[in-house]
């Protein structure tokens, strides 16, 4: 039940860390994959040259997902290549983008952050549904700052992966009538690019050896969770946020 195969998947986002592990893993399983990027174009041809080194089928498409024209490029792009369908939806596109108090902030900043994490998700989404079908299934990416708060100076971000998490929700709600899921994956402390840019590495020690494994998580592990949720394994888990976190933090 977690094949995959012949299925068509957007991942934003898709072509480094978490998204490449993702992107990976969708076609290993048998999907066709559309990999959306932002800036980073040796990035995504190098997960591309890694699917295609597994005989997978893959394309990549550079865009902005905060904007609207960029992502009717990427759907277009997808079913011109794979056929007039789309069966799963990952957006892990977004960041926590910089570190600063309230006082700190100014309306642009939070504006931005809000719509990067966002806004993007719903321009996706309905960008993607016309063309997602019954058994379809969303995956979006949250935070454990969703559920905590996030640490210092992360406060638009954690409101930002908060409301993904009620927009999951909602969504969940929305389209289960027409046989679609929406879930979420919330992850805690995982070995990324994300962390290497804006967590101090006292700050990443401190927590690994807090959380009850002893360590941070990796992005395969995430990608595991989001195959899962992904594939007919988990046909009855709609509007679900998944932690995976080590242990770190419960609901």
Not at 42 to 58: F, P
Not at 65 to 71: K, Q, R
Not at 127 to 137: C, K, N, Q, R
Request: hydrophobic share 40%.
């Amino acid at each position: 039940m977690n094949d995959l195969m012949g299925r068509v998947a957007v991942v934003t986002g898709g072509a480094r860390d978490i998204g490449r592990e993702v992107s990976l893993l969708l076609t290993e399983r048998g999907a066709s994959v559309c990999i959306n990027y932002f800036d980073n174009k040796e990035d995504a041809e190098e997960t591309l040259k890694l699917i295609q080194g597994k005989k997978g089928k893959a394309i990549i498409v550079q865009g902005d997902m905060t904007n609207e024209a960029d992502i009717k490029n990427l759907v277009d792009s997808c079913v011109k290549e794979f056929g007039n369908r789309i069966d799963v939806l990952v957006n892990v596109a977004g960041g926590l983008v910089g570190r600063k108090s309230t006082l700190e902030m100014d309306a642009g900043f939070w504006n931005f952050v809000i719509t990067l994490n966002l806004t993007s998700v719903f321009l996706v989404t309905k960008a993607v549904l016309p063309y997602m079908g019954e058994g379809g299934s969303i995956v979006n990416f949250t935070s454990q700052a969703a559920r905590d708060g996030g640490g210092p100076g992360a406060s638009a971000y954690a409101t930002s992966k908060g409301g993904v998490l009620t927009y999951t929700r909602s969504l969940a709600k929305e389209l289960g009538p027409q046989k679609i899921r929406v879930n979420a994956v919330s992850p805690g402390m995982i070995n990324t690019t994300f962390h290497n840019t804006f967590t101090k590495p006292e700050v990443r020690k401190n927590v690994a050896a807090a959380t009850p494994l002893r360590r941070e998580g990796e992005a395969p592990e995430v990608a595991q969770l989001v195959a899962f949720l992904a594939s007919d394994a988990s046909s009855f888990i709609t509007g679900a946020s998944v932690d995976i976190n080590g242990g770190t933090y419960f609901v």
